[in-house]
């Protein structure tokens, strides 16, 4: 495909260019259409159509029994190779039967796993007195050798011989992301517990094989097949690409692409980066995608990451994202000397989801209690939290006067935020009147809201777990729908600081610790009524 030919794609694929109005379907949706027979194809069928499927599931079930139990190598690539085309030609539920029947036939063998354990448990510990290396002490190790080594082949799945030998196949570990991505499909539908000790198997397995020194990075420019730049465009999951202008000026003066390739799947990203050199660290996406002309890049001083995409749905849950940033930084470092400040500018995508179910718990335990609508009162109430500084509370009231009647600040702020329509943003009184308590309340989510020990947010538990931390909260910063509904258009910026990053990353994967500037702290802070209206 030649550039003229992209562009015309882009024409007919992508919406006109409205910064308020940025939309991409899902990655799964782009991979549906490039599989046969994928998810997205499983309705419409016919009765005859099922049992079509049906009858062909018995010979891909065969198939796959044979590349496991397969003992002659010279045979097995054929082998292979009737599998996968017979894997894709199943309807979905064809697959999903398939894949429960690989987790639960293909298990280990519990019984005799439990009979090796009751042989080891019932062996005399040797201890110390090993050491005098007797042929009897030497008989008495040799039988916890033998049965440790049988354990261990014990407690490995039979579905493990079959990742094994797909992945030494020419399109083996492709068709791994793919079998992994419908995996993960299931298990949305419904919680399989087999089936779930399948994937974390197989991610297992696929973490090793995708390794930093397996992985290729290289720099995406306006040279490059117009294939692959379309699959660019396709996969950017963060701030769509609008047209083939936006992509020249991604991959132009000012700007950088990076993505990780593996040999096994020839030009396919699996990740890439976007960069942009900067003067200062972005607040707004404005200053990134579409202010003009870009600084000459000798003038840049900071490196901001703006976008990280991964391409496939199947390597979700890990972390390349980890080596691809470490990896760029050094690169940067190396190439450019002269900047030293390594941020990004990223969304939030869980704080208005957290907060609207926060107001709205709250609300519902305020009625539930059937007493007046005064805050004071509310504060007895057990599990009762008016989330609001009054200050805020009393602000919020007077940017909607005679609206308000009757209400309190939190149902107030739950009835503006909750339309889809986010009319809120084109009243200057309300802007004013929100931005406090949203920023504080963002801040507050960044910082403290944790789920097992870290952050509830995943965006923020990706870049903290890297090494990162929240340098500045940015109010207003992406007004498009989609970031409205996510964090109210709020952007964060993380920051890398090559010196910390192991030391960062390490306390917050101990002890959950985030590290953060005084500034963000600052928000999580009481306000003062000065403070409130100065904000």
């Not at 298990?187 to 390794?211: F, H, P, Q, Y």
């Not at 799947?265 to 200053?287: M, S």
């Not at 003009?292 to 490196?303: G, K, L, R, V, Y």
């Not at 702020?413 to 802007?431: A, R």
Request: hydrophobic share 40%; glycine share 4%; with cysteine.
């Amino acid at each position: 495909m030649n550039k003229k030919a992209l562009a015309i794609l882009m024409r007919a694929r992508m919406r006109p260019n409205h910064h308020t109005n940025l939309a991409l379907p899902p990655i799964s949706n782009e991979v549906n259409q490039l599989l046969p027979n994928s998810r997205g194809n499983r309705s419409g069928s016919n009765g005859n159509g099922n049992l079509n499927n049906q009858r062909s599931f018995e010979p891909v079930r065969e198939s796959m029994h044979s590349v496991i139990l397969m003992h002659k190598t010279e045979v097995l690539d054929s082998v292979l190779n009737d599998f996968s085309e017979g894997y894709f030609s199943l309807s979905f539920e064809n697959r999903r039967k398939l894949l429960i029947t690989l987790s639960k036939e293909y298990d280990l063998n519990r019984t005799q796993v439990c009979e090796l354990i009751k042989q080891y448990l019932g062996l005399k510990s040797p201890g110390n007195e090993v050491q005098s290396g007797g042929v009897e002490d030497e008989c008495s190790l040799s039988t916890f050798y033998r049965i440790e080594r049988n354990l261990r082949h014990s407690l490995k799945p039979v579905y493990e011989t079959l990742f094994e030998r797909i992945n030494t196949h020419s399109e083996g570990l492709k068709f791994l992301t793919i079998l992994r991505a419908d995996i993960l499909s299931i298990l949305v539908e419904g919680n399989i517990a087999s089936l779930r000790a399948m994937d974390s198997n197989l991610k297992d397995k696929l973490s090793t094989w995708l390794t930093p020194a397996a992985l290729e990075l290289h720099q995406i420019t306006w040279a490059d097949p117009a294939s692959l730049l379309e699959k660019i465009v396709a996969y950017e999951a963060v701030h769509p690409i609008s047209n083939l202008i936006d992509l020249k000026r991604r991959l132009g003066v000012g700007r950088r692409c990076f993505a990780y390739f593996h040999s096994a799947i020839p030009c396919e990203p699996l990740i890439f980066i976007e960069v942009a050199l900067l003067k200062n660290i972005a607040e707004t996406i404005q200053e990134v995608l579409w202010d003009n002309p870009p600084i000459a890049e000798s003038e840049a001083a900071c490196a901001l990451f703006y976008s990280i995409s991964s391409t496939q749905p199947g390597l979700a849950g890990i972390n390349l994202g980890k080596f691809l940033i470490k990896r760029v930084i050094t690169l940067v470092k190396r190439d450019m000397p002269h900047i030293s400040v390594f941020a990004t500018l990223s969304p939030i995508p869980g704080f208005m989801p957290w907060l609207i179910s926060k107001l709205a718990s709250q609300s519902r335990l305020a009625e539930a209690e059937d007493i007046s609508c005064s805050s004071a009162d509310k504060s007895g109430l057990p599990f009762y939290e008016n989330i609001l500084e009054p200050e805020e509370e009393r602000a919020l009231i007077d940017s909607l006067g005679d609206l308000t009647a009757g209400k309190s600040g939190m149902e107030i702020l739950l009835n503006v935020l909750t339309p889809t329509t986010h009319d809120w943003i084109n009243s200057d009184k309300l802007l004013s009147a929100l931005k406090s308590p949203l920023m504080r309340l963002c801040a507050r989510y960044l910082l403290q809201e944790k789920k097992r020990g870290k952050a509830l947010d995943s965006v923020a538990n990706f870049h903290l777990q890297n090494g990162a931390m929240v340098q500045r909260i940015n109010w207003m910063a992406d007004r498009s729908e989609k970031a409205l509904s996510q964090s109210a258009g709020i952007m964060v910026n993380y920051v890398y600081r090559p010196e910390n990053i192991n030391e960062y990353a390490q306390s917050y994967f101990i002890k959950g610790h985030i590290h953060s500037s005084d500034d963000v702290k600052r928000y999580t802070q009481p306000l003062t009524e000065n403070e409130c209206k100065n904000s």
